[in-house]
């Protein structure tokens, strides 16, 4: 089974920058959608952002449009998130998945069937 490895989180300060990688061990993403999701402490796992196969066609969660940028390198089998102008809010684990989905579906977890193990950022001076 392809597991999914999350890296480049850590500690950045308010309006700082970070950039999350996820790349797969064992065999490679194929042509599933990536996503990547987020769960602070004492709240649920919510949608941040998704970038489609092909097309590359993305989605992000409004609070978070204009900051963040999701992007994937097919050849390389990676995929990122561009993380700008970070907040407090922003503090959470982060997670990438994969899965099949189609539009608005994306933004749900539960069409996403594998999942990392999650990076923590923290955003904080």
């Known amino acids: 089974q392809v597991q999914r490895n999350e890296t480049g989180g850590g500690l950045a300060q308010p309006g700082g920058s970070l950039r999350l990688s996820c790349a797969p061990s064992g065999g490679t993403f194929g042509s599933f959608t990536m996503g990547w999701f987020r769960q602070a402490v004492g709240k649920e796992r919510e949608f941040v952002a998704a970038i489609g196969w092909g097309s590359g066609t993305t989605f992000y969660a409004e609070s978070v449009k204009g900051r963040l940028d999701i992007s994937r390198d097919n050849a390389k089998d990676i995929v990122y998130l561009k993380m700008n102008s970070l907040q407090p809010g922003d503090t959470a684990v982060y997670y990438c998945?994969?899965?099949?989905?189609?539009?608005?579906?994306?933004?749900?977890?539960?069409?996403?069937?594998?999942w990392g193990h999650g990076t923590q950022v923290t955003v904080s001076s």
């Open positions: 998945a994969a899965g099949y989905c189609l539009g608005y579906g994306c933004y749900r977890s539960g069409v996403y069937d594998y």
